[in-house]
């Protein structure tokens, strides 16, 4: 992006909430040529600058996504590069990562450029990709990490494929290390899982769909802390859902281990009931699956005591025709961009979680999982910077979503929060001007 | 209507007055069929449609002979093998034959919830014939009208159901209604065929056959499938046989003389029941099948016949 393009923004009046510098309160905000300039309490606008009312808002750095499926290159016609960066904007995302599952998998620098020359053309949310642990996310042969990082892979991970060779997991962690590239696990024992399309449990017993037991994405955290151990590796665990996976993960923080997770909206905010309730609608449908209340409560704890580093939103857009279908045959995942901040603002509202906490693992908290630039406020740092309205209501209409899938299960709810402004580099890139 | 349900996806969802309307109405219904002109005009001019997306010959026969005795038109659409593999979707065939304007749609179909998807998204009643392991509605029902006839009340009854409970629509349905109905529910089977947190749903776990029956007035006894490749749940179906099949000697030593056996068939002779206990005197397993019919023209009727206009949409 650049800066020459990019005068002087100044933000004001709104409360600054920068938990990378321990900032909460009404400060004002100068970016200028791309980069923070000043975040103090008494700062004059320069003349010729862009001002931005923001009382009553909060001014955040930009939100960051570890964990976002773009569809591009392949599955254009669930999301592109472009729509997703675009929908991200919306949400208040500045950086989103770009899992590798696309057509064909980013296990090679030509897809990873494909990747981000489409990002820089899009002008939003800044797009990091996300390179195949194994060649073609198939599970035999190392990618090349070294290729990856190149052409700027930020970490590897086969999302939505676990690696079921313990042994090359091995390689995978220690190889990796060569690159400083963090391991982004989605953890799943196949065999455990079984048929498995919701969590085992009471709801599954109910519905008569049959379950997914805690204990196979379990299995494998408890195996790749191990490993961690083991090899001395960056380890990330992706979507973390149930309660023993947390304590596995708090467990091995508490050793000094390498090892970081994230959680997403849905499995802080939604359970298994929610899908019983919802009778069978496939957008409450997703991979891991829906857990109990218990596993909700001890995910949000995670997140609160800082187990959980960081909250992702495994942004998976789905066609209407991968999803209007029985619920066994539907295709798992949700979209997440655009809704993420009003449902993670509502765990707030309820106690489970501060708001400084909140932005934390939204912003700074997700940089250190993958040392991303940003999710900060300090002087020098990329000017990518959310502004967001608490109180905005607004009620989800699929249809009016930036995102070209309308897979939400949060359709026709009424939730509280938006972004009004998205900045990146300085330059507003979404703009909502409806009326409070 | 049944209540106010227009559609009769399952039981857990009707209410104790809901499924006993069904049962009086199959009261009557019964008495048709033991006429020598097996023919009433209720149903005249409706269509009823079979979707069959899972082979079953009886169930479907015996929706087809329902409708027939009602005088509605009974079309058979089945079409084995998945949605997806015939690449036309589910909701693709349900809202082609809704455009044939059909009164109501009998669905069965491996995917559990399906017949809930439909019901959102036609305009006809849609009556599930079974779907995966959630329900089984109209078994259930005859379950519970067969045990009425046998047993004058379910009310302080108990009854045990038998086999792979996890994979069981029948047991699912059987569970809610005789609940309902006011009877006590257990279920036996090894803990590999127990589906967690049933519990949960009013019943109370047993894994010895002998215990499970003690003092029981009524034992279903379930099909069990000889294979479930990749999730083998008992070692072979001769251990089943041995640990929780039911055959005369059994029967005799542990069952009250006025116990009655059931079975949702088709029966695996040899396997969860013996020839001489599945044709003995505690066996009602022919009765199931004749009140299979006499339930599904009652619901049939109330679906097809008796829905007044304006009526709630609620399903069930």
């Known amino acids: 992006m650049s800066s020459a393009l990019v005068g002087t923004l100044v933000i004001q009046g709104g409360r600054v909430i920068d938990p990378a510098n321990g900032v909460d309160g009404i400060r004002t905000v100068v970016l200028r040529d791309g980069r923070v300039a000043e975040v103090g309490e008494r700062v004059d606008a320069p003349r010729d600058a862009r001002v931005i009312d923001a009382k009553g808002r909060w001014v955040t750095p930009g939100f960051v996504d570890l964990h976002v499926h773009l569809r591009e290159p392949g599955q254009e016609y669930k999301e592109t590069v472009q729509t997703g960066a675009r929908a991200a904007a919306a949400g208040g995302f500045t950086a989103i990562c770009a899992m590798p599952n696309t057509l064909p998998p980013n296990d090679n620098a030509s897809v990873t450029e494909l990747v981000l020359a489409r990002a820089a053309a899009a002008g939003a949310a800044r797009v990091y990709p996300i390179g195949c642990i194994t060649r073609g996310r198939k599970g035999e042969d190392l990618a090349e990490y070294g290729e990856l990082r190149a052409a700027g892979c930020v970490a590897v991970s086969d999302d939505g494929s676990p690696v079921g060779s313990s042994a090359l997991m091995r390689r995978a962690l220690e190889y990796a290390r060569a690159f400083a590239l963090p391991v982004a696990v989605h953890e799943e024992d196949l065999q455990l899982v079984g048929k498995g399309v919701m969590n085992e449990g009471a709801a599954a017993t109910r519905l008569g769909l049959q379950g997914n037991p805690v204990q196979a994405e379990e299995v494998m955290v408890l195996r790749d802390i191990a490993l961690a151990d083991l090899t001395g590796g960056r380890l990330h665990i992706c ?142 740092a990329p000017a990518d910077v959310a502004v967001l309205d608490p109180a905005r209501e607004w009620v989800v209409d699929p249809h009016a979503l930036y995102s070209r899938s309308r897979n939400t299960p949060w359709k026709g709810r009424r939730l509280a929060g938006r972004a009004t402004h998205t900045i990146v580099g300085g330059r507003v890139v979404h703009e909502d001007g409806g009326a409070r | 209507m049944i209540g106010r349900h227009r559609h009769l996806i399952g039981l857990e969802g009707l209410s104790r007055e809901e499924i006993l309307q069904v049962l009086d109405l199959a009261t009557s219904m019964k008495e048709v069929l033991s006429r020598p002109v097996k023919k009433v005009p209720s149903l005249r001019g409706k269509t009823v449609v079979n979707l069959f997306f899972e082979s079953s010959t009886r169930t479907r ?45 009998v669905v069965r179909h491996a995917a559990s919830g399906a017949p809930n998807f439909l019901a959102r998204h036609v305009g006809c009643a849609v009556v599930s014939a079974g779907d995966g392991a959630h329900e089984h509605p109209t078994q259930g029902l005859l379950d519970c009208f067969t045990l009425r006839e046998r047993l004058g009340t379910l009310e302080g009854r108990t009854v045990v159901i038998v086999g792979d409970i996890s994979h069981s629509r029948v047991a699912r349905s059987d569970l809610h209604s005789m609940t309902k109905l006011g009877a006590r529910v257990r279920l036996c089977g090894p803990p590999t065929m127990i589906p967690k947190g049933v519990e949960e749903l009013g019943a109370t776990v047993h894994h010895d056959l002998r215990g499970a029956v003690d003092g029981a007035d009524a034992v279903v006894m379930l099909r069990i499938q000889h294979e479930r490749i990749g999730d083998p749940l008992i070692p072979n179906t001769r251990e089943y046989s041995k640990y929780w099949g039911l055959n005369a000697r059994k029967a005799a030593e542990w069952l009250k003389p006025s116990a009655v056996i059931l079975h949702p068939g088709p029966i695996n002779r040899g396997v969860e029941l013996s020839s001489d206990v599945a044709d003995g005197p505690h066996s009602v397993i022919l009765d199931q099948v004749q009140n299979g019919v006499a339930v599904r023209m009652a619901i049939l009727y109330l679906l097809a016949g008796g829905a007044p206009e304006g009526a709630r949409t609620e399903k069930v």
């Open chain 1, 239 to 380: 979507h973390i859902s149930s309660a023993g996976s947390v304590r596995a993960v708090r467990e091995a923080k508490r050793r000094g281990l390498a090892v970081t997770a994230e959680a997403s909206p849905h499995h802080l905010s939604l359970s298994d009931g929610d899908l019983v309730a919802s009778d069978y609608d496939t957008d409450f449908k997703m991979n891991p699956p829906l857990r109990s209340a218990a596993d909700v409560r001890a995910v949000q704890e995670g997140l609160a005591d800082g187990t959980i580093d960081a909250i992702a939103t495994d942004h998976a857009p789905h066609a209407v025709e991968d999803k209007k279908v029985e619920f066994d045959a539907a295709a798992n995942g949700i979209l997440g961009l655009e809704t993420a901040f009003p449902v993670v603002l509502d765990l707030c509202r309820r106690g489970v979680l501060t708001e400084r906490r909140m932005v934390e693992a939204l912003t700074a908290g997700a940089c250190r999982c993958f040392g991303l630039p940003g999710g900060t406020l300090s002087p020098g």
């Open chain 2, 61 to 105: 026969s015996s929706f087809e002979i329902a409708a027939k005795v009602l005088s509605a038109d009974a079309l058979n659409w089945t079409s084995t093998g998945s949605s997806v593999s015939k690449g036309e979707t589910l909701l693709d065939t349900a809202k082609n034959l809704e455009a044939m304007r059909p009164d109501v749609l």
